[in-house]
């Protein structure tokens, strides 16, 4: 589809793996993304293993700022119901280092959320609901490792995207919107895309190995 002649940062496997960040606040609205670039990091995505090979996945790439208005209404629509249902329960970022700032962060998307170039919208086929666990593994483990391969080949070519979930609420809407069948396919995430300000991201905390691994038992 795309020759892979975009400029690169070079990073080394290790560094992509340990550098890709949920960017919110360091997406720059202000600078456009060509669809040869999308195009070019999704090719990397398909290479993803899925399963049985079927390829059943669908992406919906919204580029058409109109449109990128109207999902932005739904993300903030989304962000208040969250809001609503979180009263009187603790943050979800309690006892997380920085977790005032990942919060803040959040907000700090949504307030911009309708100036992105792009959003990537992810569709796995089927419904989850009702379905037993053999079944929805093969539904989540066909997609979600496309997905993070298409985060970490925006990661290499400086850009960022955070994988945000809170749109799901909303999800029929968007569907409508998008012209999507919401009964054949589930929406798995609102991906906004932008090239970051700067290419330098760090490691993060993280919980020790030590302390989430086991051997032979749990």
């Given at each position: 589809m795309t020759s892979m002649s975009t400029k690169k940062l070079n990073l080394t496997v290790d560094e992509v793996l340990s550098t890709t960040r949920a960017v919110r606040r360091r997406l720059d609205v202000t600078r456009p993304v060509p669809r040869a670039v999308l195009e070019e990091c999704l090719e990397l995505a398909l290479q993803a293993p899925n399963g049985a090979n079927r390829n059943e996945w669908r992406w919906i790439i919204v580029d058409d700022p109109h449109l990128i208005g109207k999902l932005a209404t739904e993300y903030r629509v989304a962000m208040g119901i969250y809001d609503d249902s979180q009263t009187g329960k603790p943050a979800l970022t309690d006892?997380?280092?920085?977790?005032?700032a990942i919060v803040a962060?959040?907000?700090?998307?949504?307030?911009?959320?309708h100036r992105m170039p792009a959003i990537l919208i992810p569709l796995m086929p089927g419904r989850p609901e009702g379905k037993s666990l053999p079944e929805q593994c093969p539904m989540w483990g066909s997609i979600l490792p496309a997905v993070w391969s298409f985060l970490l080949a925006l990661r290499e070519r400086g850009l960022g995207s955070a994988w945000t979930t809170v749109a799901s609420r909303r999800e029929k809407q968007i569907a409508e919107l998008l012209g999507v069948p919401a009964d054949d396919y589930t929406q798995v995430g609102l991906f906004p895309i932008a090239y970051t300000i700067g290419?330098?991201?760090?490691?993060?905390y993280r919980k020790p190995v030590a302390e989430v691994l086991s051997y032979n038992t749990f």
């Amino acid at each position: 589809m795309t020759s892979m002649s975009t400029k690169k940062l070079n990073l080394t496997v290790d560094e992509v793996l340990s550098t890709t960040r949920a960017v919110r606040r360091r997406l720059d609205v202000t600078r456009p993304v060509p669809r040869a670039v999308l195009e070019e990091c999704l090719e990397l995505a398909l290479q993803a293993p899925n399963g049985a090979n079927r390829n059943e996945w669908r992406w919906i790439i919204v580029d058409d700022p109109h449109l990128i208005g109207k999902l932005a209404t739904e993300y903030r629509v989304a962000m208040g119901i969250y809001d609503d249902s979180q009263t009187g329960k603790p943050a979800l970022t309690d006892d997380v280092p920085s977790g005032g700032a990942i919060v803040a962060s959040a907000y700090a998307l949504a307030e911009k959320l309708h100036r992105m170039p792009a959003i990537l919208i992810p569709l796995m086929p089927g419904r989850p609901e009702g379905k037993s666990l053999p079944e929805q593994c093969p539904m989540w483990g066909s997609i979600l490792p496309a997905v993070w391969s298409f985060l970490l080949a925006l990661r290499e070519r400086g850009l960022g995207s955070a994988w945000t979930t809170v749109a799901s609420r909303r999800e029929k809407q968007i569907a409508e919107l998008l012209g999507v069948p919401a009964d054949d396919y589930t929406q798995v995430g609102l991906f906004p895309i932008a090239y970051t300000i700067g290419t330098e991201f760090q490691k993060v905390y993280r919980k020790p190995v030590a302390e989430v691994l086991s051997y032979n038992t749990f």
